[in-house]
């Protein structure tokens, strides 16, 4: 079986396995933050070279709580029970300075739960996901 990428980083720099069911809520969505920008800018990459000013503007209006928030809508039914669990925990009680307090608690709930599926070593459920909702919002990369 293949080594999902956190694995093979704790691994390379000596991080011992934990039970990431203890970490905190926002924890996750801190590495699902993370990790839900590189997937973005690795397509708008992907989709050809340009000016950096350009690939942060394709980037920034993906990966703004407003969208996440719409994209987490889109994905709800398709969730199991796990995954939706932990949504539900993620969505944060705090507030952020440039969103509705709705889309930051519902893209703060999005980005632990990107984070978990990064760190249970599920990237392609996390990019299945991620597509899903690019697409069902036709999002323009």
Known sequence: MQKGIDSYIKEQFG????????YSPLTLAYIGDGIFD???RSVVVGKGNTRAGELHKRT???????????M????LPMLTEEEAEVYRRGKSPTMAKNATMSDYRKATG?????GYLYLKDEFERLVELVKTGVDELALKM
């Open 15 to 22: 991080i011992s396995e934990v039970d990431i069911r203890t």
């Open 110 to 114: 999005f980005e632990a739960l990107m």
């Open 38 to 40: 590189l997937v973005i």
């Open 72 to 75: 987490i809508e889109k994905l």
């Open 60 to 70: 920034s209006q993906i990966v703004k709580a407003h969208t996440q928030a719409e």
